[in-house]
């Protein structure tokens, strides 16, 4: 028995030991704490829609159903697999699917960490400052709560984090294996967002300058890159299928000019997407990511010993932000659509930290502090880490929701009705003007979504305000709820009655 014991510790622990012991333990304590919080997240409005793009994906090609053009321009790939899983497994009810759906994102997104370590650690070949760069990506609050959730933004930077990682391999060790995963992935990526074909062309591009190959080595890469990039995003994007060239051509031109037609509270002045100004991406980058991470992350721009790897990432970083700015290119939502940037910015916040090598104390010391003021952010705002707002802007100010959109997708929604459902075993009538109310019921425990009965207006006891938008004058009738996850309201609850 005691031989048996040695034994199995042994197993469990071999693992931990070593250069990257250290890391593989703080991934399995991450991925283990993050599906324990990840079922007390509500649902975003678009969740439905985004399930249901999985379902005409797979009417499609199960049986040519042509229910496939509504959602043409949406990538399918995240969607029809969890919906063959959905099947799979038999899920029929709406909470089990729904939680399905958040665990198999979480992991996918969680397992691109080991990207960002191992990208880190063949730049530096130290484990220390891989793990921070992992650290670095895994605890920004905004993007930790949208990693178990959002099937198009986080999933698309976990993807691009991957990209990262075999661009990184094929640039130092000129594998060709490398770079045909590189092209693989860039390619399923792009069925997320067609923008996804910014990263080979750019990054060809910069190889092109930076490394100087011979005519004959870019011209080959340039055809295979081309063509595998193509290749899969057609096989992953059965639109396409009807017609590549012509889809294609109709999804690049639609996605340059997605007609969004609202806006986005922005420090106080509400704008519309078609209308934001330069300052818009930076702005909202700088006002929702921890400022020891954007000190982190300005240094890193700094080019105090740059590679040419260092000025590939530089230039990935900064020239879709350029981009942005000089096309006016629609922005909502914060910055969510260009969360593929925070990869580029964990591994140049490491270079920052690399930068301190001299100094060790002083290294562990900015390591610890901003990490551990990270992870402290991501679990006082547990969870509703997508209204998180810097230091800049301090809890308790109680004037942000005038200023800034915060719960934008209604995942609050959740807490307010298990906040009314609480003791109660009666019907609840409760409204709210969009579809926030039915989303989340959906994930919340039989028993309770059963006394959840959405009405009228007229008709509501209680009224259910997310503030979203210019308008922020509430309901007429008593304050019941008021939801502060960081000091300052996302969302009030009316008693109508």
């Not at 104390?361 to 990490?371: G, I, K, S, V």
Request: proline content about 5%; charged content about 15%.
């Amino acid at each position: 028995m005691k031989d048996t014991l040695s034994a199995l510790t042994y197993r469990l622990t071999k693992g931990f030991k070593g250069t990257h012991g250290l890391a593989r333990l703080a991934f399995l304590l991450f991925t283990a704490g993050g599906l324990w919080m990840l079922p007390d997240y509500g649902v975003p409005l678009d969740e439905m829609t985004q399930r249901g793009i999985g379902i005409v994906n797979n009417q499609f090609i199960s049986r040519g159903d042509m229910g496939i053009l509504e959602h043409r321009y949406y990538g399918p790939v995240f969607e029809t697999g969890s919906f063959w899983l959905e099947q799979f497994f038999g899920i029929s009810d709406a909470r089990g699917y729904l939680l399905l759906r958040h665990v198999l994102l979480f992991l996918l997104c969680s397992s691109s960490l080991i990207a960002i370590y191992r990208v880190v650690f063949g730049m530096y070949s130290s484990a220390r400052i891989a793990l921070f760069a992992a650290g670095f990506y895994a605890l920004h609050p905004r993007i930790f709560a949208d990693n178990c959730y959002n099937s198009k933004d986080a999933l698309f930077m976990a993807l691009f984090a991957w990209a990262l990682w075999h661009l990184h391999c094929w640039l130092k060790e000129n594998r060709m294996s490398s770079f045909l995963w590189f092209c693989v992935v860039s390619g399923i990526m792009s069925t997320l967002r067609i923008q996804g074909l910014y990263l080979p062309a750019l990054a060809g591009l910069s190889w092109a300058i930076l490394y100087k190959p011979s005519w004959n080595s870019l011209l080959k890469h340039a055809a295979i890159g081309l063509g595998l990039t193509l290749i899969t995003l057609l096989a992953f994007y059965p639109y396409l299928w009807l017609n590549p060239l012509v889809n294609l051509q109709e999804v690049l031109f639609t996605a340059s000019r997605f007609p969004w037609p609202w806006g986005t509270l922005t420090d106080g002045v509400y704008l519309w997407s078609k209308q934001t100004p330069w300052w818009y991406l930076p702005v909202w980058m700088f006002a929702t990511t921890p400022i020891l991470m954007v000190l982190f992350v300005l240094i890193g721009l700094i080019p105090f010993q740059f590679s040419r790897w260092h000025w590939m990432l530089w230039i990935l970083l900064a020239a879709p932000v350029l981009l942005a700015i000089a096309m006016h290119a629609p922005m909502y939502d914060g910055w969510r659509h260009y969360y593929f940037l925070w990869p580029m910015c964990a591994i140049l916040g490491a270079s920052a930290l690399h930068y301190l090598d001299r100094q060790k104390q002083l290294q562990l010391l900015a390591a610890f502090l901003t990490l551990t003021v990270a992870l402290f952010h991501v679990l006082r705002g547990h969870p509703h880490q997508m209204c998180f707002f810097n230091e800049v802007y301090p809890t308790g100010q109680k004037k942000l929701h005038e200023r800034w959109e915060m719960d934008y997708w209604g995942l609050g929604y959740r807490t307010a009705l298990e906040k009314l459902a609480a003791g109660r075993s009666d019907s609840i009538k409760v409204y709210a003007w969009d579809g926030g109310i039915w989303n989340n019921m959906q994930i919340m425990k039989l028993e309770q979504r059963r006394r959840i009965l959405p009405v009228p207006r007229d008709s509501a006891e209680y009224l259910i305000e997310n503030l979203r938008g210019p308008k922020r004058q509430g309901y007429p009738g008593t304050i019941v709820y008021s939801l502060q996850p960081y000091g300052d309201t996302t969302l009030v609850v009316f008693r109508q009655h």
